[in-house]
C-alpha cells in the first residue's frame, strides 16, 4: 500500500502545511479574540433557547411582529435583571464581604442560644444545653483552623469583586438574547447543518435532545432556583435575618445542586420563632415553607421531560463554571455540562443499538 507521500510531491506537501498552520494560527487568533465574550455568547444563547417559546407564543399573539415580541420579552428580562437579580446579588456580595472579613479577622463563630430559649416547653433546656456546648465546641475548632481558611477569604473577595461585571455580562446577555429572537429558525437550521459535518445521521436528534435539556436545566433547575432564592430572600428581609443576601444565595445554590433549601430555611425559621411574636413567626412560617417546597412544584409543570443528569455533573458544572466564568459561569456551568452529558450518553446509546459489521 502506497503512503501519502507517494501521491504527493513535496511542493504539493508544503502547501498543505502551510495551509493548515495558516488555519491553525486563524483559529486560535480567533479564539483569543473572542475568548473574553465567550460566556456572554454562551449565556445568550441560553437564554434565547429558554424562553423562545414565550417569544413564539408573544409573537403569534401580536400578529406575527417577531421584532416587537424580542422588544418586550427583552425589557421584561431587563427587569428582571437590573431589579429582583441586582437585589438578591448585592445583598450576598455585601454577605459575603462581612463573612469574608470574620475568616481573615478570626472572628467567624456560632453565636450562644438565647436565654428564651431555656423558657420552651418540653425541649427548651436540653436544647439551649446542646446549642451551648456546640456554640463552644464549635468556636474552639474555628480558632485552630482560622489560619487555614484566611486563603479561602481571598478566594471569597475575588468573586464578590467581580460581581459588577458579572452584573454587566448579564445585561449584555439580555440584550444579545432579544437580537437572537428573530432569528431562531435560522440559528437552529445552522446549528443543523454544523451538526450534520460532525455526526450527520444522528444530527437531528441530538440537536432537539441540546435545546431540551437546555430549557430543563435552565427553566427546571436554574429558573425555578432564582425564583426561589428570590421569595426566600423577600421572606428573610422581612424576618429581619442578619445576612439575608447571602442566605437567599445559599438557598439558590443548594437548589441548583438538588440538595434542597431546608437546609437553610430550617435554621431560620427557629430563629424566627425565638425573635418573633407568635402572629409573625406563625405566618413567616407557612411563607417560608411554601418557599421550601416551591421547586417540587414547579418543576414538574416547567421541565417538559424529566432531567436525567446526575446530581454530580451539575454540581461539578456549579463549582467548574463560577471559578472559570464568575457569576456568570455559576448558571453556564451545569448547563453546559448537562448538555455535554446527556449528548455524550445519547450517542453511546446510538452507537451501542447499532449491529456491528460482518
Known amino acids: 500500500m502506497r503512503t501519502v507521500r507517494q501521491f504527493l510531491s513535496g511542493d504539493v506537501i508544503i502547501q498543505l502545511v502551510v495551509r493548515l498552520g495558516l488555519l491553525a494560527l486563524l483559529v486560535t487568533w480567533t479564539f483569543i479574540v473572542i475568548r473574553p465574550f465567550v460566556p456572554i455568547l454562551a449565556w445568550s444563547g441560553v437564554l434565547a433557547v429558554a424562553f423562545y417559546p414565550a417569544f413564539n407564543w408573544l409573537a403569534k399573539l401580536l400578529g406575527g411582529r417577531p421584532k416587537t415580541a ?3 420579552l427583552t425589557i421584561v428580562n431587563l427587569a428582571v ?13 455585601e454577605g459575603v464581604r462581612q463573612l469574608a472579613g470574620e475568616l481573615t479577622a478570626g472572628n467567624l463563630a ?13 425541649v427548651g433546656p436540653k436544647l439551649y444545653e446542646f446549642w451551648g456546648r456546640a456554640s463552644s465546641n464549635v468556636r474552639a475548632v474555628l480558632r485552630e483552623v482560622a489560619p487555614y481558611l484566611k486563603p479561602l477569604a481571598g478566594t471569597m473577595l475575588t468573586l464578590a469583586g467581580s460581581a459588577g461585571v458579572g452584573t454587566l455580562k448579564f445585561l449584555l446577555s439580555v440584550l444579545i438574547a432579544g437580537f437572537l429572537f428573530p432569528y ?36 427546571g433547575v436554574i429558573g425555578v432556583a432564582v425564583v426561589q ?7 428573610f428581609k422581612m424576618a429581619g435575618i442578619p445576612s439575608a443576601g447571602l442566605l437567599a444565595f445559599a438557598v439558590m445554590l443548594l437548589t441548583i445542586v ?38 417540587n412544584i414547579l418543576k414538574p409543570l416547567v421541565m417538559g421531560r424529566g432531567l436525567t443528569t446526575p446530581t454530580i455533573v451539575i454540581f461539578i458544572g456549579v463549582i467548574g463554571g463560577t471559578l472559570a466564568h464568575g457569576i456568570v459561569g455559576l448558571f453556564i456551568g451545569p448547563i453546559v455540562l448537562s ?19 460482518n
Do not use: C
Not at 229 to 235: N, Q, R, S
Open 258 to 295: 438538588q440538595i434542597g433549601a431546608a437546609i437553610v430555611l430550617f435554621p431560620v425559621i427557629i430563629w424566627i420563632w425565638m425573635d418573633k411574636d407568635f402572629t409573625t413567626a406563625l405566618l413567616l412560617t407557612l411563607f417560608l415553607t411554601a418557599v421550601g417546597i416551591l421547586d
Open 70 to 72: 424580542a422588544v418586550i
Open 229 to 235: 432564592a428570590l421569595l426566600a430572600g423577600i421572606g
Open 81 to 93: 435583571v437590573v431589579g429582583p437579580a441586582t437585589w438578591l446579588g448585592l445583598s450576598a456580595v
Open 184 to 219: 431562531g429558525p435560522q440559528l437552529v437550521s445552522g446549528g443543523r447543518r454544523l451538526l450534520s459535518l460532525i455526526v450527520h445521521e444522528q444530527s437531528e436528534h441530538l440537536l432537539d435532545l441540546a435545546g431540551a435539556t437546555i430549557r430543563a436545566v435552565s427553566q
Open 110 to 122: 456560632i453565636p450562644s442560644p438565647p436565654e428564651q430559649v431555656k423558657e420552651w416547653r418540653i
Open 339 to 357: 448538555v455535554a452529558w446527556e449528548l455524550i450518553a445519547a450517542w453511546m446509546r446510538e452507537d451501542r443499538s447499532q449491529p456491528a459489521p
